[in-house]
């Protein structure tokens, strides 16, 4: 092999990867597509984080319109968004479930203590056994569920005011209307 072949080899890789790196950087996180939506929920039966001789199961979402909350005590961005769930909570047009993801459960149940519990109701996944079917890469993420407990969206990242007013609101609206 010539020195300038040899020079040229490895210049043509980085440019390669340089060029490879660009385009990841360009695309939006919080677009990473759901193989779920318009899907059934996975099957699921997780102990209750503030009961936990009750459950939460993927029954519990059939009949009504679910925002499904994966978040974490120990989750800065999940802190973030409490405040707009704590003020979604007062609509009666769906339901906020958690899913309290690989978190100690006293920690979980001390931050809702102090900030206030969104939650219809909040299972307890500490293993990410429940996590792992939902296609769950972080927290927090928001799954959309209608009524038959079909996934219709998923938003990776914390909910706000935007998030709702441009995403979530007009897709429950029309959920609402498909009666």
Not at 23 to 39: F, M, N, R
Not at 107 to 124: F, I, K, Q, S
């Amino acid at each position: 092999m010539s020195k300038s072949l040899r020079f040229l080899v490895p210049l043509i890789i980085f440019g390669a990867l340089v060029i490879l790196l660009m385009i990841g950087l360009g695309k939006d996180p919080t677009k990473v597509p759901s193989p779920l939506i318009g899907k059934p929920v996975p099957e699921f039966s997780l102990p209750a984080l503030t009961d936990p001789e009750r459950r939460v199961e993927d029954e519990d979402l059939q009949g009504e319109i679910s925002l499904v909350n994966v978040w974490a005590s120990w989750c800065v961005s999940c802190r973030q968004e409490h405040q707009a769930l704590m003020a979604l909570s007062k609509n009666s047009d769906f339901q906020i479930v958690g899913i309290n993801w690989k978190d100690d459960a006293q920690d979980a149940r001390e931050v809702l203590r102090m900030t206030g519990n969104p939650y219809a109701m909040n299972g307890h996944d500490p293993d990410n056994k429940v996590g792992l079917h939902w296609g769950v890469y972080g927290a927090p993420e928001t799954f959309v569920v209608d009524r038959q407990g079909i996934i219709r969206y998923k938003h990776i990242g914390p909910i706000t005011r935007e998030v709702w007013e441009k995403t979530l609101e007009p897709l429950v609206a029309k959920l609402k209307a498909e009666g």
